[in-house]
C-alpha cells in the first residue's frame, strides 16, 4: 500500500486519484475549490465521467480516499503527483502559476518532514518545467536537493475524457522522464505492482523527451482528424464520393490505422487547442516555425464553420431560421465544453440572425452557462427538432443514434438534416424524404 497525495482534482487528477486508491492505495485529493471538494466527499462526481461516481462512493466507503484543501497534508505521502491545469494564457503560451503554486505547496510540506517523497508531473507543461521550474521550486521551499529529500519525474498524462477511468487503468503505455535513475525506477516500480499482469510498456527517457511526446501525441491526432477534415472537403466536391469509406479504405493500411478518421465538424476540448498553441508557441521561441502544426489548427477553424455553410446552402438566408443542434459537449460521454466545436457553429448561427434550439444529454448546465438565454434549450432529443427548420449534429452520442428518421420528419418544419458526425445513413435519411447532407459526403448524381 502506496501513501499517495493528488494535486489537483479536474479530470486527470480525480480519475487517477480514484483508480489509485480502488486499488488499496491510501490516497488524499488536494484542490482549493471548495465546492468540488464538498461535492467529492459527499460522492458525487463534480463532472460526468463513466464509472467515476461508482469508483469514488467505493473508495469514499472503504476510507481509501479523502480529499483536503490544506496541502500540508501532502507530508505524510510516499507519492506527489501534480495534475494541476496548464490553460493558455492570452498569447498561447502555458499558463504555469498553477503547476508552480503546487510544487510551493509541496516543497512547503516536504520541509516539515524527514520522509523521502517521489514527485511526479502529471500535468502537461512545456519542454523544460519540469528541469528548470518545479525541481529548483522543490529545491528552495524544501530546503534540500533533488535525489536526497525527493525525487522527481516527468509522467505526462493520455488519457480520454469518456473514457478516463479505463484509460488510467489499461494505458496504452507509460512515459516516465527524468535524471535520477533511482526515482524512475521507484515510480516504474509502482505501476508495475498498480497494473500487474496489464502493465503497458514503459518509456524511460529525459524530462525533455516525456514534456514532448505529450505535445506530440496530442497534434499527431489532430492532425490525423484535420487531414480526413480537408479529405473530406475534397469528397463533398466529388460527385458520389463518401469520406467514410475514404477513411476506411486507408484505415486498413497498417501504416495509417482506423483511428482518429471520423471526418467531422473538427476537434475541440481541453487538451487539443491548448496544447497545439502551447507547441506552435514554443516552436517559435525556438526560432522554429512549426508550419505543418499551423495549417492542422487553421484547417480546423474553418471546419467549424462548415456547418453554417452546409445550412446556407440548404436555406438560403438563415434570417430567423429556427435550427436545431443535438450535442454540445466536446465529445460524447463527458458535459466538458471547454473549446467544444458547439460553441464557434452557434455563435456563426447567431451571427447569420438564426434563433438556436440545443441539446445535450450531459453539458446542458455547462451550455447554459456560456449561452445564458440567447439560445433555446430542449429538454431531448425530439422537442430539440420540434418546428426546426435545420438540424445539425454536433456530437455524436449515443442517444441521438437511434432517432428515426420518422421522429425527424414528423417534428421539423423543414426536414433539413445537416450529419456533422456522420452517425446516421445518407441513404436511409434521403429515402424517407429528408434533405440530408452530411460532412464528406458528395452530391449525388446518380
Ligand atoms: N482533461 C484531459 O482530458 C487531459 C488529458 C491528459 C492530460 N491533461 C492535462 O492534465 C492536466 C490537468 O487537466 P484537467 O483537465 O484535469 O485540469 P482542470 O483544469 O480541469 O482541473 C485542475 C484542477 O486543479 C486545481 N488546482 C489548481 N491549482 C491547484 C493547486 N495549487 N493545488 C491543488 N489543486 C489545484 C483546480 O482547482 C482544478 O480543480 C492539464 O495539464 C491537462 O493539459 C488533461
Not at 480525480?14 to 460522492?43: H, Y
Not at 519542454?127 to 518545479?134: E, K, Q, Y
Not at 431560421?321 to 454540445?328: D, N, Q, S, Y
Request: proline share 5%; hydrophobic share 40%.
Amino acid at each position: 500500500m502506496t501513501q499517495i497525495s493528488v494535486f489537483g482534482l479536474g479530470p486527470v487528477g480525480l480519475v487517477t486519484a480514484v483508480c489509485f486508491a480502488r486499488k488499496g492505495n491510501q490516497v488524499i485529493g488536494i484542490d482549493p475549490d471548495r465546492d468540488r471538494l464538498e461535492k467529492i466527499r459527499e460522492a458525487e462526481a463534480p463532472f460526468f465521467e463513466p464509472k467515476l461516481k461508482e469508483y469514488l462512493t467505493d473508495t469514499i466507503a472503504k476510507g481509501t480516499f479523502s480529499v483536503a484543501d490544506d496541502s500540508s497534508v501532502n507530508m505524510r505521502s510516499d507519492l506527489a503527483y501534480i495534475a494541476v491545469g496548464t490553460p493558455s494564457s492570452e498569447d498561447g503560451s502555458v499558463d504555469l502559476t498553477y503547476v508552480r503554486n503546487a510544487a510551493v505547496a509541496i516543497g512547503q510540506s516536504l520541509r516539515e518532514t524527514t520522509q523521502y517523497q517521489l514527485v511526479v508531473v502529471k500535468s502537461t507543461v512545456i519542454p523544460g518545467t519540469a528541469r528548470t521550474l518545479v525541481k529548483p521550486v522543490l529545491e528552495r521551499e524544501s530546503g534540500k536537493p533533488a535525489g536526497k529529500g525527493f525525487g522527481l519525474c516527468s509522467n505526462p498524462e493520455f488519457l480520454r475524457e469518456g473514457n478516463a477511468v479505463r484509460d488510467a487503468e489499461l494505458p496504452d503505455r507509460i512515459v516516465i522522464g527524468g535524471e535520477d535513475v533511482d526515482a524512475m525506477t521507484r515510480l516504474g516500480n509502482f505501476y508495475k505492482e498498480f497494473h500487474g499482469e496489464t502493465t503497458p510498456p514503459v518509456i524511460r527517457t529525459t524530462h525533455e523527451s516525456a514534456e514532448v511526446i505529450k505535445y506530440a501525441n496530442n497534434a499527431f491526432l489532430a492532425m490525423k482528424v484535420s487531414f480526413i477534415n480537408t479529405i473530406a472537403n475534397v469528397a463533398e466536391r466529388t460527385p458520389n464520393a463518401d469520406v467514410k469509406a475514404i477513411a476506411e479504405g486507408i484505415g486498413l493500411d497498417e501504416r495509417i490505422g482506423s483511428k482518429f478518421l471520423n471526418a467531422g465538424l473538427g476537434w475541440g476540448g481541453s487538451c487539443f487547442p491548448k496544447d497545439l498553441k502551447a507547441l506552435i508557441r514554443y516552436s517559435k521561441t525556438l526560432d522554429y516555425d512549426p508550419e505543418m502544426i499551423e495549417a492542422v489548427v487553421a484547417t480546423n477553424e474553418k471546419q467549424k464553420q462548415r456547418a453554417v455553410q452546409l445550412a446556407k446552402l440548404a436555406l438560403g438566408s438563415l434570417k430567423g431560421k429556427r435550427i436545431a443542434i443535438l450535442g454540445l459537449a466536446f465529445k460524447p460521454e463527458t458535459d466538458d465544453m471547454r473549446e467544444a466545436v458547439s460553441i464557434p457553429l452557434i455563435r456563426g448561427f447567431l451571427t447569420e440572425g438564426a434563433n438556436v434550439v440545443a441539446y445535450d444529454p450531459a453539458a446542458m448546465q455547462n451550455a447554459k452557462a456560456i449561452f445564458r438565454d440567447r439560445i433555446t434549450y430542449a429538454s431531448d432529443p425530439c422537442g430539440c427538432l420540434d418546428q426546426a427548420d435545420c438540424c445539425i449534429i454536433a456530437t455524436e452520442w449515443d442517444e441521438f443514434k437511434t432517432v428515426a428518421p420518422r421522429v425527424f420528419l414528423e417534428r421539423m418544419r423543414r426536414p433539413v438534416v445537416i450529419d456533422g458526425r456522420r452517425i446516421y445513413s445518407a441513404d436511409e435519411f434521403s429515402s424517407e424524404g429528408i434533405r440530408f447532407s452530411g460532412i464528406g459526403l458528395g452530391p449525388r448524381v446518380c
